[in-house]
């Protein structure tokens, strides 16, 4: 079955950076694209941008660009994102979500990032 | 950018009743590129429906989506104590993906 394992909480402070891990299994990775999702506390969900796993190549939505980079390990199945410049704002619970016709249709589990000084 | 409009914004329904929920999008959303996400506290998201009106597989048939255009709904048809939750509807129509801002589903 799709499984969407995803790295552990992180705490880091302001103007530090952060690499989240998305691990991947049950599906050929390269068949379907990444989506990234995020969600401040007590918020609503926030459509990030995808990576395409066959190219490498990423489209970030309005808000995600500069500090924010998606990127691949095709070799052990993983995608990653990078949040650079940690503001504040950031602190939030991170998913990948495999893209299938477009849509998330298997979400990992979270990674809360907490950036606080 | 499309952005989406959920109503209401909490649903205050009691287990058994049909809850209907409401998505509207400030442009037309072509193909019906539509989808329906489910949110429990503490939980990641699951994909309800997309295509507007497909099941997700293992989806009960209880939920059914519809709609086209600008115009979409999620239906429950009778509520079950699991169904008290947040949906959220996105729109996937162009290369973005934005997501609306919830409905809560909550137990009266």
Redesign the interface.
């Known amino acids: 079955q799709v499984q969407l394992v995803q790295s552990g909480s992180e705490l880091r402070k302001p103007g530090a950076s952060v690499k989240i891990s998305c691990k991947a299994s049950g599906y050929t990775f390269t068949n379907s694209g990444m ?1 990234w ?1 995020r969600q401040a506390p007590g918020q ?4 990030m941008g ?1 990576i395409n796993t066959n190219t490498g190549n990423p ?1 970030y ?2 808000g995600f660009t500069g500090r924010f980079v998606f990127s691949l390990d095709t070799s052990v199945n993983t995608a990653y994102l990078q949040i650079s410049s940690l503001k504040a704002e950031d602190t939030a619970v991170y ?1 990948c ?1 495999r893209r299938v ?10 990674t809360l990032v907490t950036v606080s000084s | 950018e499309i952005v989406l409009t959920q109503s209401p914004d909490t649903l205050s329904l009691s287990p058994g009743e049909r809850a209907t929920l409401s998505c509207r999008a400030s442009q037309s959303v072509s193909s019906s590129y539509l989808a329906w996400y489910q949110q429990k506290p503490g939980q990641a998201p699951r994909l309800l429906i997309y295509g507007a009106s497909t099941r997700a597989t293992g989806i009960p048939d209880r939920f059914s989506g519809s709609g086209s255009g600008t115009d979409f709904t999620l239906t429950i048809g009778r509520l079950e104590p699991e169904d008290f939750a947040v949906y959220y509807c996105q729109q996937y129509d162009t290369s973005t993906g934005t997501f609306g801002q919830g409905t809560k589903v909550e137990i009266k």
């Open positions: 989506n999702v609503g969900l926030e459509w995808w489209t939505a309005q998913y979500a016709l477009s849509v998330c249709d298997s979400w990992g589990q979270g």
